[in-house]
């Protein structure tokens, strides 16, 4: 069992460190040496009209968006691609506001973890990257032959999902840590409530109203 930090920072990705979703985008960057994913767009543009209107769930839309892209490229080709999606990414679309938070809870000694809906294959890149002890992220399924499968292992990591999942990871401490959450999204509330201290960053319309409900600190990080 993990030794119990003294305190723990949760961090959404999407909108929260960057400015924007980071999905499409990773696979738009990865269609640049994908053809098949040009290919695609217009059946993965039906896919999201699909989700807009409630026909299918997110991790259903996920799945079907790999299914139209990369679905059957290699570990290695993913890794390079997230890679290079990630240094951009760094470069131009991350929160000046959350590389400070980092930093902080950083020197304070704080254990600082991700949280996030985005797959495990680019979302951890972003960890990694930026410092951070661990990862809570959407699984991807590989087949033997380490080839990525149009599919999510287990649940996809957002709203109740990813409530499940900060609370089994809180449960490999011998003591609940005291743990601050950031997010930008409303989807995260029932995780700002359950923390020590809840933040919004740059917050959807939604959250900056319960923000405002239940007196949860609203910043701008840029």
């Known amino acids: ?59 259903a839309l996920k799945a079907r968006m790999l299914d139209l892209s990369i679905a059957g490229a290699s570990r290695t080709e993913v890794s ?15 929160r000046p506001g959350a590389l400070e938070a980092i930093q902080r809870h950083r020197q304070s000694g704080d254990r600082v973890v991700l949280a996030t809906a985005s797959f495990d294959f680019y979302a951890k890149v972003f960890a990694t990257r930026l410092g951070l002890d661990d990862a809570i992220t959407t699984k991807s399924v590989w087949t033997e032959a380490d080839r990525l499968c149009a599919a999510v292992d287990g649940e ?18 011998p003591s609940r840590p005291w743990f601050v959450f950031y ?20 917050p959807s319309a939604k959250l900056r109203r319960l923000a405002k409900e239940h ?6 990080w840029g």
């Not at 985008?25 to 699909?50: D, E, K, T, V």
């Not at 709203?159 to 990871?169: C, D, L, Q, R, S």
Request: glycine content about 4%; hydrophobic content about 45%.
């Open 215 to 220: 007196q949860f600190p609203v910043v701008d």
């Open 156 to 173: 996809n990591c957002y709203g109740e999902a990813k409530v499940a999942a900060v609370e089994k990871y809180l449960l490999a401490f």
């Open 1 to 59: 069992m993990a030794s119990a930090p003294a305190r723990i920072a949760f961090f959404d990705l999407d909108r929260t460190i960057t400015r924007s979703g980071t999905y499409t985008p990773f696979l738009l960057h990865c269609a640049q040496s994908n053809l098949r994913s040009y290919s695609g767009i217009p059946a993965a543009l039906w896919a999201m009209g699909s989700y807009l209107a409630r026909r299918t769930t997110r991790a």
């Open 183 to 202: 997010t930008d999204h409303h989807s995260d509330f029932d995780l700002m409530e359950m923390a020590d201290a809840g933040v919004a960053v740059n």
């Open 80 to 94: 390079a691609w997230a890679e290079e999606f990630v240094d951009r990414w760094l470069r131009v679309q991350v």
